[in-house]
Structures are given as C-alpha cells and as structure tokens.
C-alpha cells in the first residue's frame, strides 16, 4: 500500500492524464469518425468525377499522358475498370497498397451503383467507386485517398504529444507536489512535538487555502492547548497551596496538643482551629468535586418549573444569620415567575452570590436583590455596596482561585472556587452573567437566564 502522498499525488495525476487522453480518443473517435468519413468520401466523388470527366476529354489518345499526370499526384490510388472487369489502368501505389475490389461491388458499380467503402474486410473504408461510360461502354474508377503515411505521422505526432503531456506534467506535478506536501509535513512534525507536551509550537504561513485554514487552526489549537496547560498547572499549583495550609495547620496544633501541657481552655481553643481547618479542607473537596463535575458535564439539570422568586426569598431567610450580623440591610425586589430549571442548582448559585456580597460588604451595609422578567428569560441583580472589584480584575474573578484581595480573603474566609461554579452553573442553564463594579462603591452581579431550559436538557 502506498502511503506517501506525496506519490499517490503523482500517480493519481499520470492515471488522470492517460485516462482523460484515452477516454477523449474514443469519445472523439466515436462522435466524428462517421462524419469524417462521409466528408471524405464526399470529396473523393467529386474528385473522382472530375477525373472521369478529364478521362472522357483525353479518351483515346491521351489516356497514357492523363493516367501518367494521375499517378504522379501523391493522394490518391485510381484504378479504373472496362465492362469486362479487367483493369484498364492503375496507379503504382495499387501493388502496394493491394487495392482489390471483388466481383460482386465491381458488377455494382459497372451496372451504375456508386460505391463507399468499407462493406467488406479487404476494403479501406474511404475507397469510392464511381461508374461511367464512354461511347455505350460502362466503366468503373475506384479511387481512395493515400492516407498511410499521414495516418503515420499523425500518429506518431499524437504519440509524442500524448508523452510530452504526461512527461512535462509529471514533472510539473512532482515540483507542485513538493509545495502543496511540504506544509503537511511541517504539521505531521510539529503534531508530534505536541503529543510530546511542547504547546508552545507555532507554524508560518501566508497560505490562504485549504492547507493555509488548516495550519492557522493547528496554530489556534496550540495555543489554546498552551493556555490550557498553563491554566492545568496554575489549577494545580493553587488546589495544593489551598489544601497544604490547613494541613499545615491541622499538623502544628496537633503537634502543640502532643507536645505541650496546657490547660483546658487552650486546649480547646487548639481543637477548634483544628476543627475549623478541617471543615474549610472538606468545603474545599466538596467544591473542586462539583466543579470538576460541572466542567465535565457530568452533572445533568434536573427540570422542574418552580417559583423563581420564592427561591429567592427562602436563599434570603437561610442567610439571614450571616447579614444580620453584620447589620446589613437587604431589599428585595422580585416579580413573580415561574421558570423551568434545576432548582438545586440555582439555589447553590443564588447562596454563592449572596454570600460573596454579604462577605466583602462592610457592616451596616446594603445588599439589593432584584428580579425581572422579560418574554423568553429572566434577570436577577444581587447588587451591594461593598468594597468592589477593579476594572482590570474583572475578567479574572471567574478563574478557580482566583482572589483580588489575598489579605482580606483570609480574614473573610473563602477558597475562590465560589464563582467558577456560578458561572458553569449558569452555562449549564444556557444563560449569562455580567458584572458591574468600582472601587469602593460595590458590585452589582447580573444573571440572565432563559425561562425554558435548553432543548438538550429536555426530557421527551
């Protein structure tokens, strides 16, 4: 089996070129070699007519001289014939050519017939036959045209033709082939460098074909691999600094509970750290498991319809605890909607975001929760009055572990996993969310939603 394409290039285009020769040969040989021959055969007759009509005018004393001028021309073979079905005069070329015409076609023309060749075997089939008579006596000219030594050269013209067209195209095709094969092979080399984990790869091309889209996709494809990688190894780099300090933490006391006599109270002071490490440790497993399910898809909505704004209300009252500590003041302003979703999945978002803003609000502030509906989808606005998000971070806060502020992170708790599952959570659903936001007058977060879930999640 031949696997270089480059070969298989050049030979589809030698068997392309040799059957287009062929195939043309005989479509044209079977469209005009009828006409040809009737065109011909046409000539000759008028040919042979003139002939015979110069053969009456020279009848009987220059027939020696008329003949001797005939058979001089380099066209045609003529022989002519009396009624007895003898041979009256002939060309030279007649032996060699062995123009021989049988009983039953020379009795047709003596009787007045005309004659077209190519009745029988012996016959060229541009061979005419033409009567006349000459003072009550019937005659025959047989006359044909001299076609064997330019049907040679024709076809040895045709020959060379047919293999300088293939030699000069294959040749053509072997350079073309370099050019079109050479940008695969760069591929093929750079595709194994990246299954050796080198993303930072990148081709050259000004190409604007097919060859050309598929390199500067193979470009697109590296660099969001590249961007891919760098975010695997920043992902792994956070999860472990996350898990290592309650570890951390949970070691140290531990060792300081074993090590030290203390009294009852540091004692518990110590197991409550430690308790609370590993409540965060825990919260942070269960929150890297559904964000690695939501990423993978392996988390399905489970549809219901339900009141949007009734889930609102019950997140509000199951947070109150944490707003009303901190004195905040909460507004609700909320149409009531009926909406298809995941319930439970829009209730974790619905907390996320409520948290996030009752975190970073200061005491004695403002939270809004407004909801609103359109047609076809529904807007929800958790807005505070918190500290806010710089304009450059905003596109970053989206990103698992993500955090502005790292000082004020830990004294507010959170392991920046909150919002990369509010933003799948809602890709989940088909929907959007933007963020509106400035240094110290707070965040507004702004979660479109269709009322219906996407036709994929439907149950038939």
């Known amino acids: 089996m031949i696997k270089s394409l480059y070969v298989r290039l050049i030979l589809m285009f030698v068997a392309s070129v040799m059957a287009s020769v062929f195939l043309s040969f005989f479509m044209t040989h079977f469209l005009f070699s009828h006409k040809l021959r009737s065109y011909v055969q046409d000539n000759l007759v008028v040919s042979g007519k003139t002939i015979i009509e110069s053969y009456k005018n020279s009848y009987p004393n220059h027939l020696d001289t008329l003949m001797g001028g005939i058979t001089a021309l380099p066209i045609f073979t003529i022989i002519v014939y009396d009624e007895q079905g003898r041979p009256l005069h002939e060309t ?82 072997i350079v073309t082939s370099r050019y079109i094969v050479r940008p695969l092979k760069h591929l093929t080399l750079a595709t194994r460098n990246m299954a050796k984990g ?13 060859i050309g889209e598929l390199t500067a996709s193979f470009n697109q494809m590296a660099q969001e691999l590249d961007s891919l990688e760098r975010v695997r190894r920043q992902f792994v780099s956070d999860v472990s600094h996350e898990i290592q300090s309650p570890l951390t933490s949970i070691k140290g006391f531990t060792m300081a509970l074993k090590q030290k006599k203390m009294d009852e109270e540091s004692r518990l002071r110590l197991l409550t750290i430690i308790e609370e490490e590993s409540d965060r440790l825990s919260r942070l497993t269960q929150d890297l498991l559904k964000l690695s399910a939501l990423e993978h898809d392996q988390i399905q909505p489970n549809m219901s319809q339900y009141r ?19 004195n905040i003041q909460l507004n609700l302003d909320l149409e009531p909607v009926v909406i298809s979703a995941d319930e439970d999945k829009l209730s974790q978002l619905w907390t996320n975001l409520l948290s996030n803003a009752i975190k970073f609000t200061e005491p004695g502030g403002m939270i809004s929760i407004n909801l609103i509906a359109s047609q076809h989808s529904v807007t929800v606005s ?24 790292q000082a004020r992170v830990r004294a507010v708790g959170g392991n920046g996993i909150g919002l990369s599952i509010v933003k799948r959570i809602i890709e989940l659903h088909g929907g959007e969310i933007r963020v509106e936001s400035a ?19 439907n149950k038939v």
């Not at 505070?384 to 971070?393: A, H, K, L, Q, R």
């Open 382 to 405: 958790v807005a505070d009055s918190g500290v806010g998000i710089p304009e450059e971070e905003l596109h970053h806060i989206f990103k698992p572990f993500y955090k502005i502020d």
């Open 308 to 326: 949007l704004d009734e889930q609102l209300k019950d997140v509000m009252i199951a947070s109150e605890p944490l707003w009303s500590n901190k």
């Open 92 to 173: 030279d070329k007649v032996a060699k050519h062995k123009l021989i015409v049988d009983e039953e076609n020379l009795r047709s023309v003596l009787n007045g017939g005309v004659f077209r060749g190519g009745m029988g075997k012996e016959y060229d089939r541009l061979v005419v036959g033409l009567p006349f008579q000459i003072e009550g006596h019937a005659y025959a000219l047989f006359i044909k045209p001299e076609t064997n030594d330019v049907a040679t050269l024709a076809v040895g013209y045709f020959r060379m033709q047919l293999f300088l067209v293939v030699f000069i195209g294959t040749l053509l095709v």
């Open 439 to 457: 240094v110290g007058k707070g965040t507004t977060m702004n979660v479109m939603l269709p009322l219906v879930l996407p036709n994929k999640y």
């Open 198 to 210: 080198d993303f930072s790869i990148r081709l050259a091309t000004k190409s604007r074909d097919e």
